[in-house]
């Protein structure tokens, strides 16, 4: 059964960084698009950012460009997203998604998702 298990948020200063993961089993991220994706309270899911299968292209949100890093360890079966520079308006709960085409970094492009992770940025 694919399952993905979001790690690594939590409460962090402005200013502060966080790596979430993205951690799949019963299946190999090998040939999946990955996307990051976070809802703040209130608001719509929205796209973070996206990996494709090769790891060859990216899709950023124009508020974390420069900010945010995506990465994938396939050895691992793991995907990453770096976050530096954090902002208040960061704080969301923040989902990892996987896809076969996965050919946009939108919410309706992804089939699989996990539970998420609190990211709470505040001082």
């Known amino acids: 059964q694919l399952q993905l298990v979001e790690s690594g948020g939590g409460l962090v200063q402005p200013g502060g960084s966080l790596r979430l993961s993205c951690a799949a089993s019963g299946f190999t991220l090998d040939y999946y698009a990955i996307g990051w994706f976070r809802q703040a309270p209130g608001k719509e ?5 996206c990996i494709s299968s090769s790891g060859g292209s990216t899709n950023w949100a124009d ?3 420069d900010r945010f890093t ?13 976050m530096n520079s ?3 308006e960061d704080t969301a709960v923040y989902y990892c998604a ?5 050919s946009s970094c939108t919410v309706g492009d ?3 998702w996990g539970r998420g992770t609190q990211v709470t940025v505040s001082s």
Do not use: H
Request: net charge positive.
């Open 70 to 82: 995506i990465s994938r360890d396939n050895a691992k079966n793991t995907v990453y997203l770096q």
């Open 45 to 49: 899911r929205e796209g973070v950012s």
């Open 110 to 112: 992804f089939g699989s």
């Open 98 to 102: 996987a896809d076969p085409q996965g």
């Open 86 to 88: 954090l902002k208040p």
């Open 63 to 65: 508020s974390v460009k």
